[in-house]
């Protein structure tokens, strides 16, 4: 059968999920991602590289949704803190628990895994970053359908 003929169920995830890279950012100014369009988005998973610099504080990586008129909607923050001089990959996705330290190298957080309107867009954020902090590799994972069945 066809793709132009094969059948969806109404609201049916029928796209296949796609890596986006995001923007490397000095950690203070942190990362937007606009979704965009009349798509319907589920994320699948949030990945990224915090670098601090030496010295500093704690910092804190949080991970919002944020709607058209700048509400969030959600946030998920990293289980840990993050001191200066470490590197740390950083991980969110649906159907997870919190887990990992600073110490391990790795930490991640649940994600919901809910329907997203393109109206929304994911923002990644430091808290507390100092200069030199930067977030690097970032990849979300995602997917996409139209909001109502194809056929209208």
């Known amino acids: 059968m066809s793709a132009e003929a094969r059948e969806y169920p109404r609201g049916a995830w ?13 950690a203070g100014g942190g990362i937007t991602y606009e979704f965009g369009g009349e798509w319907v988005y589920q994320v699948e998973a949030v990945c990224l590289t915090l670098t601090t610099a030496a010295g500093g504080g704690a910092r804190f990586v949080t991970v919002l949704l944020i709607d058209s008129t700048g509400a969030v909607v959600y946030a998920v923050s990293a289980p840990n803190t993050q001191g200066g001089g470490l590197t740390v990959r950083y991980s969110f996705a649906p159907f997870v628990t919190a887990f990992g330290s600073a110490s391990l190298g790795a930490m991640g957080a649940p994600f919901p895994s809910i329907d997203l309107p393109g109206n929304v867009s994911l923002q990644v954020g430091v808290a507390s970053a100092e200069a030199g902090d930067a977030i690097t590799d970032g990849r979300l994972i995602v997917k996409q359908r139209w909001p109502r069945d194809w056929r209208g």
């Open 14 to 26: 029928h796209g296949e999920s796609r890596v986006v890279a995001l923007n490397n950012a000095l």
